[in-house]
């Protein structure tokens, strides 16, 4: 059994290769007559599409998006979504070198061994470019949940971080890392584009917080939010690590500095932190959702790299290709609509259950 599906009550299913004609997602659980059209999925597709600068890969995509399902009139019918962007510049010879030898940090491998064959043009289904049909189900998603904003953003390139005390919101559309804070862009412009020029990569840590969610979102056991919310980061490709609020941080923490006090409020408690990232027991509690997922460096590179043949034969590897030289900065637009995607899910499993 294969698994391209996630969510409950909003569900989707994303299907494609990264060198295949085309791409997309399928949308199943949306409520009707929500306001629908090409027009407010693209933006979205824009912020994480590629070859933009030089920062991220060259593949040139214009990644237009298709409702081809769900819609009559410039509205939703209840019915399945569905979504599709065509692949426009593919280069599947780029990949000819290693049609039967795996890169290392790859799921080149891994796919082999599960599934006796792989797609070694650009990675098939375990290649980046499945995130753009995740972002266009987000886009979706973020029309059932209007009350919600939603922000992302980069706070480590490279094991270089942020100064929180200089965090700008306005600064993260200013600069091509999605980064708040002014300095540290103008820093990881060298810095990835010396791992880029010496044919490497660097890894990156991405912040995303939800406002406006309400307490009582999410479930005691099996359907927690913050479960819900770390599935749907890990399962990003290149994401190695999720936390939520603090996370590991909390564990280096005592008891009374990790808690939030609270103080009575107007019709809720007022809390004077949120090391808990807005989430407890499972349970939305009204404050900020927040979670930093950290991106691995891109396993496609042109520096060496020891490995092995299908055959089993000892051989080292250069990726060749376009590919990005920090992952994490085109992963950011698929963080939040991942966050998306699990809050618009929550929101109709909590209406489902308590109305």
Known sequence: MSWNSFGRVFRFTTWGESHGPALGAVVDGCPPGLALDESIIQPFLDARRPGQTKFTTQRQEADQVRILSGVFEG??????????????????????????TYRPGHADWAYDAKYGSRDYRGGGRSSARETAARVAAGA????????IAITAYVVEIGGDAIDRAAFDAEEITRNPFWCPDAAAAARWERLVDGARLAGSSLGAVVECVATGVPAGWGAPI?????????????GINAVKGVEIGDGFGAARLRGEDNADPMRPGDNAPDFLANHAGGIAGGISTGQPVVCRVAFKPT????????????????TEVRTRGRHDPCVGIRGTPVVAAMMALVLADHKMLHRAQCG
Do not use: C, F, H, W
């Open 140 to 147: 979706v998603a973020r029309l059932v949940i209007p009350e």
């Open 222 to 234: 099996y359907a927690k939010l913050d479960a819900d919310l770390a599935a749907a980061m890990m």
């Open 75 to 100: 509205n939703t019918t209840g019915t399945p979504i569905s979504l599709l962007i065509e692949n426009t510049d593919q280069r599947s010879k780029d990949y000819s070198e290693i049609a039967d």
């Open 299 to 314: 396993s496609s590179i042109l520096a060496p790299v020891e490995s092995v043949t299908r055959s089993g034969e000892a």
